[in-house]
């Protein structure tokens, strides 16, 4: 569309398919793949201390069995080799890892953008700006720890533990049955922790989403808050709502710390039962469990430097076992806002447009009824209107105008019925290209903070000065532009008049390539009798040779057009079941 309604992802709902509207498609963000090549480097750098181990014990051993000093100087040459080699493998997994979640991350995001951006605004179950933006932002950054840390590290715990265990086994059976009592406890604890850490976590993200959204709502509607005294009441609904997200976090940092606690304290046990073992052991006090020999020094100490390898997976997985639950609710979150929902007909893409010139309207047979509610806005409902026609859509308050001109425009499905434009029908593969051949002007205009320039471009591309400053002289607002010049305007439209904001919204649409139809929600209401009469005649003036259709109530207005389209009255609707 060329002015207000950006569209953006693709919908599957098609308006030849009506069932497809109410259950729209699940646009979910699919599992995330494990990062295997990342995890691969991780585990190889893990596995590297095996030899580095065994080169350090037999390096000692050799020098306690008489060896000369300099003995040693290859083995420590080779660990330090190893080390070098460790570090570089280590650091290169996690940097694969990292880079991979964010991939992934963006991925996810633009997904959830893509399917929220295509919700239908007739769609009252819409979740509320704050809570998408704290979803898409903060909630969702969960989701690259538990991806780049957790994943590779759980691989890392079940493949790393077992290869040590077996080489401890092949020296002392006793040190790995040590080993293997402490471990399963590790895992046993970690899941029990797992289920109380995801609930909190999900509890803590729900509050922060639920504060953000309360915060952004509160914010807009802040001098209404002002004028009616209601800023202490806000004021302590808000430090609730902070009190329970600072309860919820503490209970997530709680489990997170007690996770950690409970597996240092199983490995610090492990290991100290395979040091008291071989420690007896070279005392001569424990003479089994070395396959019935007796551990050299050597072998003794591998057995022992191999001990806290064996835990360390395990320890470095329960430092981040939190990862997972934050990670898993902010997927759940994203996941969320990206099902579901009633979604505009067609799909994000902005198409360049190919035929100009004014398109007609036609509609026959439209049936559409508001999710959740019990009567039909539009029962078989017809209506044509010729290129280049100006209709004003008239009806009491209530009476499906704002809801005809999103059903014209491709905002929502009909249940029944066909919209076509120059005869075209809307549907998913036309929508797109219909769209950019529209200007829409909602009720009231939104108004980003920014200049007045930025605000009539949007950031569309091959809108020049020249083009700016024509639409601004159609829209009769070039004096606020020579005046504003690059000050900024207020979130929205403060600082602007509402004969301003409207003119501003017109020259939205005088702008760039003309459209070939202009839909107009109630552009008078609201403006005392002289702006209503110079908004009407910059309308009529941009909408020359256009089609013009306008919702209004306004009177003079409708005289004004060519046409004025009476819907029909709600008790006149048939009663859906
Ligand atoms: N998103 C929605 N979800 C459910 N019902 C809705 C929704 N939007 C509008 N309605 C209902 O649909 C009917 C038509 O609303 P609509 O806004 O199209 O009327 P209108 O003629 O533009 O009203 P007004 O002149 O007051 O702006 C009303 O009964 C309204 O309550």
Known sequence: MSAQVTTTARAATDAGDPSARAAAPATSTTRPGLPRFAAALQISASLLWIPQAAAIAFAIGNIADGAPAQAAILPAFCIFLLGVLRAGLDRAGTTRAWDDARVRLSALRANAAAAVATRSPLDASRPSSGLVASTLTEQADDIVPWLARFLPLRTR???????????????????????????????????????????????????????????????????????????????LRLRANAEELRTSTMAVLRIAFLSSAVLELFAALGVALVAVYVGFHFLGELNFGAWGGKLTLAQGLFVLLLAPAFFEPLRDLSSVWHDRAAGQAGLEA??????????????????????????????DGLTFRHAESAN????????????GEHVAVMAPSGGGKSTLLALVAGLSSPDNGIVRLGGEPMNHASAAHLRARIAWLG?????????????ITLGRPGIGTRDVAHATEAAHIAHLAAQRGHAMIGE??????????????????????????????EPTAHLDSVTA???????????????????????????????????PAPAQLEVLA
Do not use: C, Y
């Not at 009720?443 to 605000?455: K, M």
């Open 492 to 521: 929205n439209g403060a600082g602007l008049s509402g004969g301003e904001t409207l003119r501003l919204a017109l020259a939205r649409a005088a702008v760039g390539i003309r459209p070939g139809l202009i839909l107009v929600d």
């Open 443 to 455: 009720q009231p205009p939104h108004i980003f903070s920014g200049t007045l320039r930025s605000n």
């Open 376 to 387: 039909a806005t539009f029962s078989d409902f017809a209506l044509s209107i010729d290129p």
């Open 157 to 235: 715990a079940a493949v790393v533990p077992p290869i040590i265990l077996g080489f401890v086994f092949v020296f002392s059976w006793v040190a790995a049955l040590a080993l293997l009592m402490a471990a399963p406890v590790i895992p046993i604890f970690m899941a029990l922790i797992g289920w109380q850490a995801k609930a909190a976590s999900e509890r803590q993200l729900t509050r922060m989403g639920n504060m953000n959204a309360f915060l952004l709502d509160r914010l807009r509607g802040l001098a209404t808050i002002r004028a009616f005294d209601a800023v202490d009441s806000t004021a």
């Open 334 to 363: 994203l996941d969320r806002i990206t099902r579901g929902g009633t979604k505009i007909v067609g799909g994000p893409e902005s198409t360049a447009v190919e035929v100009s010139g004014a398109l007609s309207v036609w509609i």
């Open 533 to 567: 009469t110079e908004i009407t005649d910059r309308l009529l003036a941009i909408a020359e040779g256009t089609t013009l259709v306008v919702a209004t109530h306004d009177p003079a207005l409708a005289a004004r057009m060519d046409r004025v389209v009476m819907l």
